[in-house]
């Protein structure tokens, strides 16, 4: 405690700006908080395969109220060190890396909420290894068809020919292989294909003996394909599957790969009663619903260690999702940075309008859209006016001799609503101006909309510096 507050004190005396913050108590909270939570959710408790998978809804409730109260006490710590206690005198560059410290705070507490999902995903990701998982693949896809009766194994000569089945589909899977490996693995495959038994047409059948499917990989997308194998060899691949099936499930094969065997190759058609698990009717159907069904698990667990399925492939993978999450944060670090530009009463008043702003919308769009018929062009005019008179009254605010309040509150509406500017004007060329074009119309996209954003809000926090600056320091009316 006591290397805590000289570090503290350090700060308070030396970076003042970055102390009044408070990201050196609150961040170092935050990463001890997800250590706990990863040692205890990963390596304490863990994961075994056979049951069904975590849920990560129930870990994005849990977080909720601790982040909750995580971001709140941060932001009630803020206001006591608001521009009334600092005097506005930090500089532009010191403006900047406030507003980012503020972002990198919403941020944290966002990932605070989904770390429990994160670390269910990472203790599934260790319930087989790459090897084993590759393994496990090829065994389900090759005796998947054999126990589910779905064809009947013919002879051809001393072999059996059993169906290659893409129960777990290989394009899930292409373990330790880029792109240049995986076309020569299929290459080669092709030419085993071809000259051995078959020309290389979509539609024609494909065989290759036992041993030959052991030793190369299965293409992508294989269709067509028959093993070629021996009695001895069915009941090795029907022992394979049993074992990689029981392996992912409570509802395991109990029959004997000998038992299935003899069965299939005579002919005779049965159901090999899978054990189910035993307990109340709400457990049947948890574990027997599709989520937990063994090719569901198994291809998940694939896509989660090639990071294609999760909690992080679902919050930052999506290029278009984590630029909306992206711009919500910097919009709340926004808010953030104003409230210490300028007196809190103003600040509440500017909140009020944009409370009220989807409400007088709303009213308008009823009454103008519905009673007078406008079209869209009506509208779009009166969201550029609205911007217009923003403009006029921040300006007049700023060139003003006498402190006016409605001129602050109407810069802080004018500034949150600013970076917005670029995507009112993406959709009025999209539903105006190229209305009829269809080619315009396909290739806007929101790319532009959010850099333009980005960059006007970046550009904002230097420019309404300035003006909360003078306007803050005007004198007020005798």
Same mark, same amino acid.
């Given at each position: ?173 292409? $373990? ?8 020569? !693995?299929? #290459?080669?495959? @092709? *030419?085993? %294909?071809?000259? =051995? /038994? ?20 299965? $293409? ?8 070629? !194998?021996? #009695?001895?060899? @069915? *009941?090795? %691949?029907?022992? =394979? /599957? ?42 049947? /159907? ?193």
């Amino acid at each position: 405690m006591n290397l805590f507050q000289k570090f503290d004190n350090y700060l308070l005396h030396n970076f003042p700006n970055f102390w009044v913050t408070k990201v050196h108590i609150f961040m170092p909270i935050a990463i001890l908080f997800m250590l706990v939570i990863y040692v205890f959710n990963v390596w304490l408790i863990g994961y075994d395969i056979k049951y069904s998978f975590p849920e990560a809804e129930w870990g994005v409730t849990l977080m909720i109220i601790p982040v909750i109260v995580f971001i709140v006490y941060w932001l009630v710590i803020q206001a006591r060190y608001n521009v009334e206690k600092s005097g506005g005198k930090l500089s532009i560059p010191l403006e900047y890396m406030n507003f980012f410290l503020y972002f990198l705070m919403f941020f944290v507490a966002y990932i605070l909420i989904s770390f429990i999902p994160y670390t269910n995903d990472v203790k599934i990701q260790h319930a087989a290894t790459n090897a084993e998982l590759n393994k496990d693949i090829k065994n389900l896809n090759l005796g998947n068809l054999i126990l589910n009766n779905s064809e009947v194994i013919e002879e051809e000569g001393n072999r059996y020919k059993i169906k290659y089945s893409n129960f777990i589909s290989s394009y899930y899977w292409v $373990p330790e292989q880029n792109d240049e490996t995986t076309y020569e !693995a299929e #290459s080669s495959y @092709v *030419e085993i %294909i071809k000259d =051995d /038994y078959s020309d290389n047409s979509y539609y024609q059948e494909k065989r290759m003996t036992y041993e030959d499917y052991l030793n190369n990989p299965i $293409p992508l997308n294989t269709t067509n394909l028959f093993i070629l !194998a021996t #009695s001895n060899q @069915v *009941e090795e %691949i029907v022992a =394979d /599957y049993i074992f990689s099936y029981n392996k992912y499930t409570v509802n395991e094969v109990i029959a004997s790969a000998k038992q299935i065997t003899e069965n299939e190759l005579k002919g005779t058609r049965q159901d090999y009663n899978m054990r189910y698990y035993e307990s109340n009717t709400n457990d049947n /159907y948890r574990y027997n619903s599709w989520r937990n069904t063994v090719s569901n698990k198994v291809q998940t667990l694939a896509q989660l260690k090639l990071k294609n399925r999760g909690a992080f492939q679902a919050n930052y993978g999506n290029n278009e999702t984590t630029k909306v999450v992206l711009a919500w944060f910097l919009m709340m670090a926004l808010m953030v940075w104003i409230f210490k530009q300028i007196h809190w009463r103003d600040y509440l008043y500017g909140i009020l309008a944009l409370v009220l702003t989807p409400v007088i919308s709303g009213l308008l769009a009823v009454f103008f859209g519905v009673f007078l018929r406008a079209d869209e062009e009506f509208f779009f005019t009166l969201v550029f006016i609205a911007y217009a008179l923003a403009i006029i009254f921040t300006v007049k605010g700023y060139f003003s001799n006498y402190k006016s309040r409605f001129s602050i509150v109407t810069a802080m509406y004018l500034h949150v609503w600013l970076p917005v500017l670029p995507l009112f004007f993406y959709l009025f060329l999209h539903e105006v101006y190229y209305r009829n074009n269809y080619e315009a119309r396909r290739d806007f996209g929101y790319e532009e909309v959010f850099y333009s954003a980005l960059i006007i809000g970046l550009i904002s926090i230097g420019l309404f510096k300035i003006i909360y600056k003078k306007m803050r320091l005007l004198p007020n009316h005798k």
